[in-house]
């Protein structure tokens, strides 16, 4: 596919200020041992309820969670050393290009296989629909549906299109990730205004039919580690318990450490990284209508590529204003579109293609003359290597001189004006 290349006038491209390296603080540090904590976390939950033979389905999704085979490897030895039987199946919606081989290909990415943590995968697309729920159709993948237990592994943090007390976590998965395809569209159909409704009222639901083993929620930091792992119950999934650890994953969201830049340069956007592919808690924009946009909010956003995990799914590339060639080549249109789809009104917008140009620095400097930062030494610019990690950035000298709370680093020698990776991007 050729794309509709812009060739800007030399002429007329702003020059890229120096950008410098900066570290924010992390507001909790990381679990060392993430399987060992997960493990007692779970086993403590299961103790008493996990029957021997038991076959429990342990939902894992298509989110790059950190540390994710350790998260999935100590809840299957707890599961399997209360007497239970667990088995992985992949609860990721649409994703993986909704198909049963795709989506073992997601779980490979992201480290997750039968050898990695020692459990067999069953992957389908086939769905059965379990209950109506008001009016919200409930789907489980046909594997999940015939096992005896569902137990959720997912991190808990804010959704991109909603605001709510329950927002991305087990609820959601076990509502839209287990669903497949169809479970997906069910919900998303109703529209995202409704998901502070529906997602808990459909997770209640099957906790409530004895269906939930329980779950296994973890919470990340700044720096993109796991700072806390955390099992729940099926009577506190979908209720305050699952609310708390929200609120706790807000207070620690990575956080861009200014109030307004012209332009924010972003490594690698990929589902892994956000279910928008850049994390609009993040930067502020979220270009939709349930999310008014806020601070800092950039004037333009590049995106420079796409992570190997997302498989080519672009979903949120509409987020970005400019994008490169090498990018745009690296999108799988139709899982992309698919995704989109799949979500309904927020899938128009963040499923729409930027600028595209030849390469980054051209990518840069058209951002910047797009918006009229034509001065360096006044362009506020901003580099992250993707919305997840943002505990280290680079900043230019005017932006630096509005930061707060920032350690200046020591810049490489060998690219004091820390532009290589636009060569090497």
Request: glycine residues 10%.
């Given at each position: 596919?050729i794309?509709p290349?812009f060739?800007?006038?030399?002429s007329e491209?702003a020059?890229?200020?120096?950008?410098?390296?900066?570290a924010?603080?992390?507001p909790a540090?990381g679990?060392e041992d993430v399987?060992?904590?997960?493990f007692d976390?779970?086993?403590?939950?299961v103790?008493g309820?996990?029957?021997?033979?038991m076959?429990?389905?342990?939902?894992?999704?298509?989110?790059?969670?950190a540390?994710l085979?350790?998260?999935?490897?100590?809840?299957?030895?707890a599961l399997?050393a209360a007497?239970a039987d667990?088995?992985?199946?992949?609860?990721m919606g649409s994703?993986?290009?909704?198909?049963a081989e795709?989506?073992i290909?997601?779980?490979?990415s992201l480290g997750v296989?039968e050898t990695?943590?020692d459990a067999?995968?069953?992957?389908?697309?086939?769905?059965?629909?379990?209950?109506r729920?008001?009016?919200?159709?409930?789907?489980?993948?046909t594997?999940a549906?015939?096992?005896?237990?569902l137990?959720?592994?997912?991190r808990?943090?804010?959704h991109t299109?909603?605001d709510a007390?329950?927002?991305?976590?087990l609820?959601k998965?076990l509502v839209?990730?287990?669903g497949?395809q169809?479970g997906?569209?069910?919900?998303?159909r109703l529209?995202y205004?409704?998901?502070?409704?529906?997602?808990?009222?459909g997770?209640?639901?099957h906790?409530?039919?004895?269906?939930?083993?329980?779950g296994?929620a973890s919470?990340e930091?700044?720096?993109?580690?796991v700072?806390?792992?955390?099992?729940?119950?099926?009577?506190?999934i979908?209720?305050?318990p699952?609310?708390?650890?929200?609120r706790?994953?807000?207070a620690l969201?990575?956080?861009?450490p200014f109030?307004?830049?012209?332009v924010?340069?972003?490594?690698l956007?990929?589902?892994n990284?956000s279910?928008?592919?850049i994390?609009?808690?993040v930067?502020?924009?979220?270009?939709?209508?349930t999310?008014?946009?806020r601070p800092?909010?950039p004037k333009?956003?590049?995106?420079l590529?796409?992570?190997a995990?997302?498989?080519?799914?672009?979903?949120?590339?509409?987020?970005?204003d400019?994008i490169?060639?090498r990018?745009?080549e690296g999108?799988?249109w139709a899982d992309?579109y698919?995704?989109a789809?799949?979500a309904?009104r927020?899938?128009l917008?963040?499923?729409?293609?930027?600028i595209?140009v030849?390469?980054?620095?051209t990518a840069v400097?058209?951002?910047?003359?797009?918006v009229?930062a034509?001065d360096?030494?006044?362009a506020?610019?901003?580099?992250?290597?993707?919305?997840?990690?943002?505990g280290q950035l680079?900043?230019s000298?005017a932006?630096?001189?509005?930061?707060?709370r920032?350690?200046p680093?020591?810049p490489?020698p060998?690219?004091p004006?820390?532009?290589?990776f636009l060569?090497?991007?």
């Amino acid at each position: 596919m050729i794309p509709p290349l812009f060739e800007p006038p030399e002429s007329e491209l702003a020059d890229i200020p120096p950008l410098l390296p900066v570290a924010q603080p992390a507001p909790a540090p990381g679990i060392e041992d993430v399987e060992s904590a997960a493990f007692d976390t779970v086993s403590s939950c299961v103790r008493g309820r996990a029957r021997h033979g038991m076959r429990v389905a342990v939902g894992v999704g298509s989110r790059g969670l950190a540390s994710l085979p350790e998260l999935v490897r100590g809840t299957i030895r707890a599961l399997r050393a209360a007497g239970a039987d667990p088995f992985i199946v992949p609860a990721m919606g649409s994703h993986g290009g909704g198909t049963a081989e795709g989506q073992i290909g997601v779980l490979t990415s992201l480290g997750v296989t039968e050898t990695s943590v020692d459990a067999r995968i069953e992957s389908t697309m086939e769905v059965a629909q379990v209950a109506r729920v008001g009016d919200l159709d409930l789907y489980l993948d046909t594997h999940a549906e015939r096992a005896d237990a569902l137990f959720p592994i997912n991190r808990v943090k804010s959704h991109t299109c909603f605001d709510a007390r329950i927002e991305s976590g087990l609820a959601k998965m076990l509502v839209i990730g287990y669903g497949k395809q169809l479970g997906a569209r069910a919900a998303h159909r109703l529209g995202y205004e409704r998901f502070p409704e529906i997602i808990p009222a459909g997770a209640r639901f099957h906790c409530d039919a004895g269906r939930v083993l329980g779950g296994l929620a973890s919470v990340e930091n700044a720096l993109g580690e796991v700072a806390l792992v955390q099992a729940l119950g099926p009577d506190q999934i979908a209720r305050e318990p699952e609310a708390a650890l929200l609120r706790h994953a807000d207070a620690l969201l990575g956080h861009l450490p200014f109030d307004e830049a012209d332009v924010l340069i972003v490594d690698l956007l990929g589902k892994n990284i956000s279910g928008d592919g850049i994390d609009p808690n993040v930067t502020g924009r979220f270009s939709f209508f349930t999310m008014p946009d806020r601070p800092p909010n950039p004037k333009a956003i590049v995106a420079l590529g796409l992570t190997a995990q997302t498989h080519g799914n672009a979903i949120g590339i509409g987020l970005a204003d400019v994008i490169t060639l090498r990018m745009y080549e690296g999108v799988d249109w139709a899982d992309t579109y698919l995704n989109a789809f799949t979500a309904g009104r927020s899938g128009l917008t963040r499923a729409k293609c930027p600028i595209v140009v030849r390469d980054a620095r051209t990518a840069v400097r058209t951002a910047l003359a797009m918006v009229g930062a034509l001065d360096p030494s006044l362009a506020l610019v901003a580099r992250v290597h993707d919305s997840s990690h943002v505990g280290q950035l680079w900043l230019s000298p005017a932006l630096l001189k509005r930061a707060s709370r920032v350690t200046p680093l020591q810049p490489d020698p060998a690219d004091p004006d820390g532009h290589r990776f636009l060569d090497e991007g």
